[in-house]
């Protein structure tokens, strides 16, 4: 009996100890999960950045020394590459009606009709017809002599400035370059004044060496998109100033016939 009361007494032990430990391992099971959930909470609630700033975080990291040269070039060569754009749309000329209203005013009343013509429509086109209108008396070959001189004048004129937009294009990736290399110049000074490789130590100088190249190729791929435009636009323009030029000499000499 006192044996059968010893065995209740240890089973019930044991299983109370089971529950007790079933419990515990519940409550920490319990508490980690509560721990998880809070911290995915905190991590859901924190705001995530926009691209602005984003961009502003990356900018300030990289250093204001290569970063800030870099944007300078980004701001100047953005800076003459809308005013070339603006130019170039201003000088865009319907040559067709252009040149319609010219032999009207040549066939309706001379020379001077059509100079008017002329000097009342903007653009390059309408200027070297002017110039070549104006040689009408000196000849035929004057007058191509001025069409052509005029034309190199005006062809100058559309590709004015141009060059500093190519010149920004080399010019940032490079100073972006630059600063990769001094970025890692840093980083190897800093192993070599611990006397041992620590990610840390060059975590930092690789990151800014690798955001001033990032900086640089993006500003040149900007750069590079509206240069493109500007010299297909330049193109486009002269390709008319040619084609008017010998169509002013075609009109020029069917009239004094």
Same mark, same amino acid.
């Given at each position: ?23 515990? @391992?519940? $409550? $920490? ?6 721990? %998880?959930?809070?911290?995915? @909470? ?26 800030? /040269?870099? !944007?300078?070039? !980004? /701001? #100047? ?7 070339? *754009? ?33 000097? &009342? %429509? ?5 200027? *070297? ?6 040689? $009408? ?10 069409? +052509? ?15 500093? /937009? ?8 490079? #100073? ?5 290399? /001094? ?9 070599? @004044? ?17 955001? $001033? %190249?990032?900086?640089?190729? +993006? ?8 240069? =493109? ?9 002269? =390709? ?6 010998? %169509? #002013? ?5 069917? &009239?004094?016939?």
């Amino acid at each position: 009996m006192k044996r059968l009361f010893s065995i209740l007494a240890i089973a019930g032990m044991m299983a109370f100890g089971t529950v007790n430990a079933n419990t515990n @391992a519940i $409550t $920490t099971s319990s508490a980690t999960t509560v721990a %998880t959930t809070i911290q995915d @909470a905190d991590a859901a609630a924190e705001p995530e950045l926009g691209f602005t700033q984003e961009l502003k975080k990356r900018f300030i990291e990289g250093g204001p020394g290569f970063m800030g /040269i870099v !944007l300078l070039c !980004l /701001i #100047l060569g953005l800076a003459i590459a809308i005013e070339r *754009i603006i130019f170039l749309n201003l000088s865009t000329t319907n040559t067709k009606k252009l040149t319609q209203n010219v032999e009207d005013a040549l066939q309706s009343g001379g020379v001077e009709a059509a100079k008017e013509v002329c000097r &009342n %429509t903007k653009g390059p086109v309408a200027s *070297i017809f002017y110039q070549g209108l104006d040689r $009408t008396d000196e000849g035929m070959d004057a007058v191509e002599k001025a069409v +052509v001189a005029y034309g190199g004048v005006q062809m100058g004129q559309l590709e004015k400035n141009v060059s500093w /937009i190519s010149l920004f294009i080399a010019l940032a990736p490079m #100073l972006g370059f630059m600063g990769t290399v /001094i970025g890692m110049i840093q980083a190897f000074d800093k192993i070599e @004044a611990a006397g041992d490789m620590q990610p840390s130590l060059v975590a930092g100088g690789i990151k800014v060496a690798l955001l $001033t %190249t990032v900086f640089g190729l +993006v500003v040149a791929i900007i750069l590079q998109v509206f240069y =493109n435009y500007i010299i297909a636009k330049i193109d486009s323009i002269v =390709n008319d100033m040619e084609d008017a030029s010998i %169509t #002013l000499m075609d009109l020029l000499i069917r &009239n004094k016939k």
